[in-house]
C-alpha cells in the first residue's frame, strides 16, 4: 500500500506526522456509478473514521481481530434489529468476515459491507409478501400463544418457515395492541356519554352503538397495515450511502458510545434532534434498538408542563390530534422527530410503552418553551420552624460565545445571594434530571460552596491531566448542603456531585448518577481532506470522544457514576438505563489525585445515613414507593407479552393499576410548605405568577426532597 496524505490533517494537530495508509487502487477523481457509492469514497471515509479514531480517541483501540468482532456484533444487531430479516443461513455467510473487518478498512476492501446490503434488501423484499399475506386474514385471538419481545434472547429464524411464524406472531401482537386500545377507547367514550346522560350502567349499550370485537380488529389490522406499507417503502429507499454512513458511524460507535460519525445530512437531523427546542412539545428523542426513546425533557417545554411524558418512555405511535396514529417503530429518528414537531396550539398524541410495560396515549398541546425556566430557579421551605432554601439547575448552560448570554454558575451564584438575603438555614440543590453540559461552569460553581482548589481533572491521550480549578477564591455560600442526584444525572452533574463528595463540602442524596466522564468534539470532515480526494465530497462529519474527566481523587465517575452519600428509593433509578447499558463503555478508570484540602466542617454523614435509613423504613409513603417500583421493575423482566386478548388486557389493567397507585403515593405524604422567592412572588404579572406555581406545584408533594429537608434538619 502507498501513503496517502489525507484525510486526517486534522489529526495532525493531536499527532503531528499521522499519514493514512490508502490502498495503490485508490484512483483520485474516479467518477461516481449511477447505482452507488464509488469504490474510492467508501475507501477514504471508512479509513479515516477507522485510522482517525485509533489516533485521536481518548481511549483508542487497535484496528485488530477484536475490533472487528465488535464491528461485526454491533452492525448486525443494527441492520436487523427485531431480528426480522435475516436467516441463520445468511449469518453464516456473513461470520467468514467475523475477524476481517479490520483487515478490509486497511486494505479499501468492502465484500462485507456490500454483501450485507445484497442479504438485507433480498430479504426485506420477500418480507413484504409474508406482512400482505397474513394481515389479509383475521388473527385468533382465543388461542393461548406467546410472543418474545427481548430481541436479545431471539435467534435469527432457522428458514424461510421459522421466519413466516416470527412475523405471524409479530404482526398478530401489534394488531392486538392497536384491537385492546380500541376496546379500552370505546369503553370510555361510552362511560362518558352515558356520565353526560346520567344513563345507568345497565343502559350502556342504548346509549352509543357498539362496534363488535371483530369489527375493531379489522380496524386494528387496517392500522397495522398501513404501518408496514410506509414502512417498507421508506426501508425501499434505503440506499448504498445510507449503508455507508451507517457502517462508518457503527466503527465510531465501537470505540464508545458518544463516538458517532454522522453524514451530511444527519448532521441536521442531530442538530434537531429536540423535538420543538423553541417550538413543538420539547421531547429530545433518540434511537435504540430500533425503538424511538425518550431521552430527555426540555424544562419549560409543553411535554414539561403535561408531566406525562418521561424519559425512557418508548414512542409506538404519534397521531396529529384525533386523527389515525402512525406507529414509529422502526422508522428513522428524523421521521418521527418531523411526525412530532408542529406549530404552537396544535395537539400531538404520543402512544407511549412506560418502564413497567403499560401502554398509555399522552396528549401534548405544542408550545414554545419558556426559557426562563430553563434557568436556575429558587424556593424557600419552610419546615420544622427552619428555613431551607432549594435551588433547582435543569441543565449547565453557559455564554461559549461571550454574546451577553447567560451562564448556569453565575445564574446559581444569584439564587443564593437571594437565599442568603432570605436567612435560610441550609440550601438544597436539586440535580435530578440533569444531563450535563457546560464543564467548565460545574467547576466554577463547585467553587461557589469551596474557597479555593481543583474540582475536576481533564485528561487528553498521551498528556498529563489538566487541573480545572475555581477561578475564584470567594466562597458564597457556607452552610449546610444537600445535593440531589439520580440516575438522570450526568457529566456536569457528575463533576460538581463528586467535587462536593471529595471536598466532605456537603451530602451527596438520591440514587447512582448515569456514569458519562467523557468530552466530545465533533469534526467537519471536508474540512480535513486534502485536494485529491475533493471530487468526493461530502463527507459529513465525526463527533469523537478526545477527553476523559476526573474526580479530585483520581476516580473517574465514567462506567461507576456518583453514588451517593445517602441512598433514597425513587421512581426512576432500578428501571433507567446507565453508561454501562449502553453498547461499548469506556471503562472506569483513576488517575493519580490532586492535591485539595477538605472542608473543615465536614457533615456527619454517618449519623445523618443512619438517621435517614430509619426515616425512611417509617415511612409508609416509602414503603408503597419501594413496592410500586418493584413491581414495576419485576414487569419489565417478564418479556413474554400474551397474544391471548383476555390475558392482555388483563395484563394492561394490571400495569395501569400499579401506576396509578405510584402516582397515589405522592398524594399521601404531607406537603412542603414551599414559597417562590420574592422575585417571583404572585404579582399583577399573570404569566410570572403561573410560572412560579408551575415551578413549585410539584415540589410539595417531592418525597425525595422531603428527606433532603430532613436530613438538613437533622444537622442543623
Do not use: C
Not at 664 to 688: E, F, G, H, M, R
Amino acid at each position: 500500500m502507498a501513503p496517502f496524505r489525507s484525510s486526517l490533517g486534522f489529526f495532525s494537530v493531536l499527532l503531528p506526522g499521522f499519514l493514512l495508509a490508502i490502498p495503490s487502487s485508490f484512483t483520485p477523481h474516479a467518477a461516481a456509478p449511477a447505482d452507488g457509492v464509488p469504490l474510492q469514497k467508501k475507501q477514504v471515509l471508512l479509513g479515516t473514521v477507522a485510522q482517525g479514531m485509533t489516533v485521536a480517541h481518548v481511549q483508542p483501540e487497535q484496528l485488530d481481530d477484536a475490533f472487528s468482532r465488535r464491528v461485526y456484533a454491533l452492525y448486525l444487531k443494527r441492520l436487523d434489529a427485531g431480528k426480522r430479516f435475516l436467516l441463520q443461513s445468511d449469518i453464516k455467510q456473513l461470520q467468514r468476515y467475523e475477524t476481517g473487518i479490520d483487515n478490509e478498512v486497511k486494505q479499501g476492501k468492502t465484500e462485507f459491507l456490500d454483501l450485507s446490503t445484497k442479504l438485507i434488501n433480498q430479504r426485506q423484499r420477500e418480507a413484504q409478501a409474508i406482512y400482505r399475506e397474513l394481515l389479509g386474514k383475521p388473527f385468533d385471538f382465543t388461542a393461548q400463544e406467546t410472543i418474545e419481545t427481548d430481541v436479545d434472547k431471539l435467534a435469527y429464524p432457522a428458514d424461510e418457515a421459522a421466519r413466516r411464524e416470527a412475523w405471524r406472531r409479530l404482526l398478530k401482537y401489534q394488531t392486538l395492541t392497536r384491537l385492546a386500545e380500541l376496546l379500552d377507547e370505546q369503553e370510555r367514550q361510552q362511560t362518558k356519554a352515558l356520565a353526560a346522560a346520567g344513563a345507568k350502567p345497565s343502559e350502556a349499550t342504548m346509549s352509543a352503538p357498539v362496534r363488535t370485537t371483530a369489527q375493531l380488529e379489522a380496524d386494528a389490522r387496517k392500522q397495522v397495515l398501513k404501518y408496514y406499507d410506509e414502512y417498507f417503502n421508506d426501508l425501499m429507499q434505503t440506499d448504498e450511502a445510507d449503508r455507508l454512513a451507517e457502517f462508518a458511524n457503527t466503527i465510531a460507535n465501537t470505540f464508545d458510545p458518544h463516538s458517532e460519525y454522522f453524514a451530511p445530512k444527519k448532521k441536521t437531523d442531530f442538530d434537531l434532534a429536540v423535538t420543538g427546542r423553541l417550538e413543538g412539545t420539547g421531547a429530545q428523542m433518540g434511537e435504540k434498538d430500533g425503538q424511538i426513546v425518550v431521552t430527555y425533557i426540555v424544562p419549560g417545554s409543553a411535554s414539561h408542563r403535561q408531566g406525562e411524558l418521561k424519559a425512557g418512555d418508548v414512542v409506538q405511535r404519534v397521531a396529529q390530534g384525533a386523527a389515525e396514529p402512525v406507529a414509529v417503530e422502526g422508522m428513522r429518528l428524523d421521521k418521527v422527530v418531523q411526525l412530532i414537531r408542529g406549530k404552537k396550539g396544535t395537539e400531538v398524541r404520543l402512544t407511549v410503552k412506560k418502564p413497567d410495560g403499560s401502554v398509555k396515549v399522552i396528549p401534548i398541546i405544542r408550545d414554545i418553551v419558556v426559557i426562563e425556566e430553563t434557568y436556575a430557579q429558587s424556593a424557600v421551605i419552610n419546615e420544622g420552624g427552619k428555613k431551607i432554601g432549594y435551588i433547582l439547575l435543569p441543565s449547565f448552560y453557559a455564554d461559549f460565545n461571550r454574546n451577553g448570554g447567560r451562564s448556569s454558575a453565575q445564574d446559581v451564584r444569584q439564587e443564593l445571594e437571594k437565599l442568603k438575603a432570605q436567612n435560610v438555614q441550609g440550601v438544597v440543590l436539586d440535580l435530578r434530571f440533569n444531563g450535563g453540559g457546560s464543564l467548565y461552569d460545574a467547576a466554577e460553581m463547585a467553587g461557589l460552596f469551596v474557597p479555593e482548589g481543583p474540582m475536576v481533572q481533564v485528561k487528553s491521550r498521551q498528556r498529563a491531566a489538566e487541573l480545572v480549578s475555581d477561578p475564584d477564591s470567594k466562597t458564597q455560600y457556607e452552610g449546610p448542603l444537600v445535593v440531589l442526584v439520580n440516575r438522570y444525572s450526568a457529566s456536569a452533574s457528575e463533576i460538581l456531585a463528586g467535587a462536593i463528595q471529595d471536598y466532605q463540602r456537603g451530602v451527596i442524596m438520591g440514587n447512582t448518577t448515569y456514569g458519562k466522564a467523557t468530552v466530545q468534539r465533533v469534526f467537519e470532515l471536508d474540512d480535513m481532506m486534502n485536494p485529491e480526494v475533493a471530487a468526493y465530497k461530502p463527507f459529513g462529519s465525526l463527533k469523537m470522544t478526545i477527553q476523559k474527566y476526573y474526580r479530585v481523587t483520581g476516580s473517574s465517575p465514567q462506567f461507576k457514576g456518583v453514588t451517593p452519600d445517602i441512598m433514597v428509593p425513587d421512581a426512576y433509578s432500578s428501571l433507567a438505563d446507565g453508561e454501562q447499558d449502553t453498547d461499548y463503555p469506556l471503562p472506569w478508570d483513576e488517575i493519580t489525585p490532586a492535591k485539595f484540602q477538605p472542608w473543615a466542617a465536614a457533615p456527619p454523614v454517618a449519623k445523618l445515613k443512619a438517621a435517614s435509613a430509619a426515616r425512611v423504613a417509617a415511612n409508609p409513603s416509602f414503603g408503597l414507593l419501594t413496592d410500586a417500583v418493584q413491581g414495576m421493575a419485576k414487569r419489565r423482566q417478564e418479556t413474554r407479552e400474551s397474544l391471548n386478548l383476555a390475558s392482555y388486557r388483563a395484563e394492561q389493567k394490571e400495569a395501569r393499576a400499579l401506576n396509578e397507585k405510584f402516582k397515589a403515593i405522592q398524594q399521601q405524604t404531607a406537603a412542603l410548605n414551599v414559597t417562590p422567592l420574592a422575585a417571583a412572588a404572585p404579582s399583577a404579572d399573570s404569566v410570572q405568577t403561573s410560572r412560579a406555581q408551575r415551578f413549585i406545584a410539584p415540589l410539595r408533594k417531592d418525597l425525595t426532597l422531603r428527606e433532603a429537608v430532613a436530613v438538613l434538619q437533622d444537622e442543623l
